[in-house]
């Protein structure tokens, strides 16, 4: 079992940045991928980033690639997503997810564990 906390969202105005965080606790965290998704209202959830168990891979959505930037810290149990040049149609709200993985990989799906989710609001 791993419980999620995200933190960071806000409302800020168009090109500005916001740097999310996800605090994880439970088992050990280097055995989960870990992904942010975003749901915007009326919208269905989408992936926008991924980052394998040891932080040597990432993916990223084709609308983010250039503007946005996962990490991790594993001593920390902590995942985080940079994100800069924010547009106001990135408003929406931010969710992480934990998948357990032995393997070194990136998923844009089939996360096991979600976070409670945090608004993120660009102004135009």
């Known amino acids: 079992q791993v419980q999620l906390v995200e933190s960071g969202g806000g409302l800020v105005q168009a090109e500005g940045s916001l740097r999310l965080s996800c605090a994880a606790s439970?088992?050990?965290?280097?055995?989960?991928?870990m992904g942010w998704f975003r749901q915007a209202p009326g919208k269905e959830r989408e992936f926008v980033a991924g980052?394998?168990?040891?932080?040597?891979?990432?993916a990223y959505a084709d609308s983010v690639k250039g503007r946005f930037t996962i990490s991790r810290d594993n001593a920390k149990n902590t995942v985080y997503l940079q994100m800069n040049s924010l547009k106001p149609e990135d408003t929406a709200v931010y969710y992480c997810?934990?998948?357990?993985?032995?393997?070194?990989?990136?998923?844009?799906?089939?996360?096991?564990?979600w976070g409670q989710g945090t608004q993120v609001t660009v102004s135009s």
């Open positions: 980052i394998s168990g040891s932080a040597g891979r990432t």
């Open positions: 997810a934990a998948r357990p993985s032995v393997i070194q990989f990136v998923y844009s799906n089939g996360y096991d564990y």
């Open positions: 439970g088992r050990t965290f280097s055995n989960y991928a």
